[in-house]
């Protein structure tokens, strides 16, 4: 799986230095979001949580012309310094035991970016 490789040399990229976190961040939410298996997104789960946190927005979902849906696009917005820190943690975790679970105990499922963003819109009529 050729974006799994991308995935994994961008991150073995990061933790060296060689990578910005803004480059990052467009690699693994392209490949968080396009991926069709589940084993890479829960690979990838761990960052997505940290720059959904950090950064939030940082996909954009516009009307596709070809097909019904919605088309997903990444923001072009620079990652905030404060938060390198901690999505350079999880990066060294996830190149220090590639195929190891990142949370081993059990948690509830956090709603989808998109449930999240129609929880804000229902908000903001409901107010």
Not at 58 to 82: D, T
């Amino acid at each position: 799986m050729s974006s799994d490789s991308s995935v994994s040399s961008a991150l073995a990229d990061y933790a060296a230095g060689r990578l910005t976190a803004q480059q990052l961040v467009g690699v693994v939410t392209t490949a968080y979001y396009g991926a069709r298996g589940l084993g890479a997104r829960e690979r990838l789960q761990p960052l997505i949580e940290i720059i959904e946190r950090a950064h939030p927005g940082v996909v954009e979902l516009f009307g596709n012309g070809e097909k019904p849906g919605y088309a997903i696009r990444l923001a072009e917005r620079p990652f905030p310094k404060r938060h390198e820190a901690a999505l350079r943690e999880a990066v060294q975790n996830i190149v220090r035991a590639p195929h190891a679970a990142p949370n081993p105990e059990p948690r509830a499922p956090s709603p989808s970016f998109i449930a999240r963003i129609f929880r804000a819109i229902r908000n903001v009529f409901t107010a």
